[in-house]
């Protein structure tokens, strides 16, 4: 397993969560984020190609997802982690789905209080 970002999730829990991750569509509150990872070519996206996963570990379990935009912004949510696990705060998030002009469904996060 190679991965592009990891923090304060051990590779035990990355291999849990492959096996046992929830789905981000049926979390609809905040969730305190305890750690994340994304694993390099870890899975598939819809079209079968081979694809990156990120996983969030949260106090309501590990959501695993292959969303693109996700993706994107999970390295800056780790910069965002470890500011937080540093100063002795917690890092809240909600995750939000939107539609793409062609009516795909899509998913994302915003940082919450």
């Known amino acids: 397993m190679n991965f592009k970002v990891k923090v304060n999730m051990r590779t035990m829990d990355i291999i849990n969560a492959t096996t046992a991750s929830q789905s981000i569509k049926d979390c609809k509150e905040d969730i305190i984020v305890t750690g994340l990872a994304i694993v390099e070519d870890g899975g598939t996206n819809a079209d079968h190609e081979t694809c990156d996963v990120g996983y969030i570990a949260s106090d309501h379990g590990v959501f695993g997802f292959v969303s693109s935009v996700m993706l994107r912004n999970l390295?800056?949510?780790?910069?965002?982690?470890?500011?937080?696990?540093?100063?002795?705060?917690?890092?809240?998030?909600?995750?939000?789905?939107?539609?793409?002009?062609?009516?795909?469904?899509?998913?994302s996060f915003v940082i919450t209080e």
């Open 75 to 107: 390295p800056l949510l780790a910069d965002y982690l470890k500011e937080c696990l540093e100063a002795g705060e917690v890092c809240k998030i909600r995750f939000i789905s939107g539609k793409t002009k062609d009516e795909n469904e899509f998913y």
